[in-house]
């Protein structure tokens, strides 16, 4: 079975601090995310600059490799999850991008 990768882009909504946020996301998001049966990683990222110069519309990126969707439906809707997601929009304004590989193979 491939594997669907997630992305999702986001800010902090006004008034929550970086560190506050940081610190939320090490100590539950991603260990709980990453215990999920159905996710083979997930992984959060803070944007440090644009290249070539200029700001990032985006501070925060997640990356979720989810290796069932089907078991990740059931996954996300467990009440652990759903309290992990409502502190996740309470702290941001997010867009989650389901996406595609497209193929291409080296030449030998």
Not at 2 to 31: C, H, Q
Request: net charge positive; charged share 25%.
């Amino acid at each position: 079975m491939a594997i669907t990768r997630i992305i999702a882009l986001f800010n902090l909504k006004p008034g929550v601090k970086m560190s506050d946020y940081e610190a939320w996301a090490r100590a539950k998001d991603l260990p709980t995310v990453n215990g999920l049966p159905s996710i083979k990683s997930f992984q959060v990222f803070k944007t440090k600059e644009v290249m070539g110069g200029g700001k990032s519309p985006y501070k925060y990126i997640e990356i979720i490799d989810v290796r069932d969707m089907g078991q990740f439906g059931t996954d996300v809707s467990t009440p652990v999850m759903q309290a992990i997601a409502s502190e996740f929009q309470g702290m941001a304004d997010v867009q989650f991008l389901i996406m595609k590989k497209i193929g291409w193979k080296r030449k030998k």
